[in-house]
């Protein structure tokens, strides 16, 4: 599969801007949280449908200073994230009579959520980068068989389940099929092991070892 010209510096942009704001908001409104927990190094996958698209996501837990209440946290978020240029969106909630608050911004595809109330201390952030294709799609292509019936050695047979092809017959050795709505699910042949079951990947089967029920599979063995 072929790169997207420019989509995975675009993506590597997109998440080092969405950390920079990040670490921006929480060193401000919970200072003396632990960066080192803020894990946004590697795109994750997004969506599973082909092509797949990958973004940058991350959730980080802070504390509130226990003389700061909820609510001049969430006001303080909004005018932080409004002033770096995010379209900034306030929303509240009752919650046992407590109030929660959420701060949503926007900026360039990128999202990122503040969460506090009276009836915690913690600060949940979140941000997440748009999910892009890194490869143009590409149809699947099944691989070549392992062993063809020329090549089948004296005393065993092609296997009856995958016709010599060793890889697993359902999945076509991908180990997933396409499924919805998610876009894959491990195959339910060989559950993710890619060969055939039967064979384990060899093609062909000793016939010394056949079962009874193998061999009816071979008529004309009998
Ligand atoms: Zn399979
Ligand atoms: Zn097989």
Known sequence: MSEIPGARAELNRLGRSLREQLVALITDLTPGADLGLLFLDDPLVADWHDPLRYHFSALFRGERPAT????????????LLDAA?????TSEAQQDGKRATMVLARRDGNAIRVGTGD?????MFSGRT?????RAPKPFQWPEPVLTPEAVTPGHVLC???????????CGGRGWRP????GRARCSECFGKKVCPICRGG????????????????????
């Open 68 to 79: 700061v209440p909820a609510a001049e946290i969430a006001s303080r978020a909004a005018v």
């Open 119 to 123: 009836h915690t201390s913690a600060v």
């Open 179 to 182: 499924s919805e709505p998610h």
């Open 85 to 89: 240029g995010w379209d900034v969106t």
């Open 160 to 170: 009856y389940e995958c016709d010599g092809l060793g890889w697993c017959p359902s």
């Open 203 to 222: 093609g062909d089967l000793a016939v010394s070892d056949l079962s009874d029920y193998q061999r009816g599979y071979y008529p004309e063995l009998e």
């Open 130 to 134: 748009p999910a892009l294709a890194l």
